[in-house]
């Protein structure tokens, strides 16, 4: 892994539109402390594909499952292993896998839904839960509309996932209801992230690490991220 604050890579992730060096490397580049940015070649490539408009629903969608399984490897990747005893059709062995409690992947709706099917592919044992949680723009506040969760987040690996990590304060608020429910062991995993909704998302929970294929230049006075890929949800559906 690359630290953070070294500009001429950070200035490559940042504006990956302005004409750069192509890195052929599958190097994480921490542009900001607690954030790493995957940038596989695959995860860059598919990503350019579905930012483009005329990228149609079927294959956007088709897109985002094979890249949330990409990113969903580079977030597990540290996962701790235990040595258990296996028998092979040949023989006897000791064996890696994966250690402890079962991982829980919470959708933050409804685009969250996007990314969470390409890594039910990849961990098809994971817990699943589902947030309806937006923040009140008069207040502040939280609102929660849909909280489904595993009882027992305490004692898990909870992977928060929205595609778009705009102003931040959806992703907030959710993940204020997990503490809430006593998760402590979160990580963050999005697509795309704006500087503003990042550095809201880091002061609000600097204990959450977030994992992102590519961060933007900025939100528009609509709160969409430039350049961005337009609204996630309307592209994965075919709504608008
Ligand atoms: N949500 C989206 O779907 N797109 C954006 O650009 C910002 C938030």
């Known amino acids: 892994m690359i630290e953070a604050n070294q500009p001429p890579l950070l200035k490559w992730r940042r504006f990956p539109w302005k004409k750069q060096p192509i890195r052929t490397t599958n190097w994480k580049v921490s542009a900001m402390d607690g954030v790493t940015v995957i940038d596989h070649p695959l995860v860059q490539h598919k990503l ?6 005329e990228t149609s629903t079927g294959s956007f969608r088709r ?27 040949i023989q006897e062995m ?17 685009a969250g839904n996007g990314l969470l099917e390409g890594m039910l592919d990849l961990v098809p044992s994971a817990r699943v839960s589902h947030i309806g949680v937006y923040r009140d723009h008069e207040t502040l506040q939280p609102v929660e509309y849909y909280f489904k969760a595993p009882e027992d987040v305490a004692e898990r690996l909870i992977i928060v996932v929205d595609p778009m990590l705009a102003t931040g304060n959806s992703s907030i608020a959710a993940i204020d209801k997990l503490k809430e429910r006593g998760a402590h062991n979160i990580r963050f995993l999005c697509l795309l992230a704006a500087p503003e909704g990042l550095k809201n998302f880091r002061s609000a929970h600097p204990d959450v690490p977030v994992f992102t294929a590519a961060i933007d230049s900025h939100l528009n006075e609509k709160g969409y991220i430039v350049p961005g890929l337009g609204d996630a949800g309307d592209r994965m559906y075919g709504t608008k």
């Open 94 to 110: 000791q064996a890696p896998i994966l250690e402890g409690k079962k991982l829980v992947f919470a959708s933050i709706l409804r």
């Open 63 to 89: 897109l985002l499952r094979e890249i949330s399984t990409l990113l969903c490897y580079e977030v597990t990747r540290d996962l701790e292993l235990t040595i258990e005893t296996i028998e092979t059709p």
């Open 48 to 53: 350019t594909i579905m930012r483009r408009k």
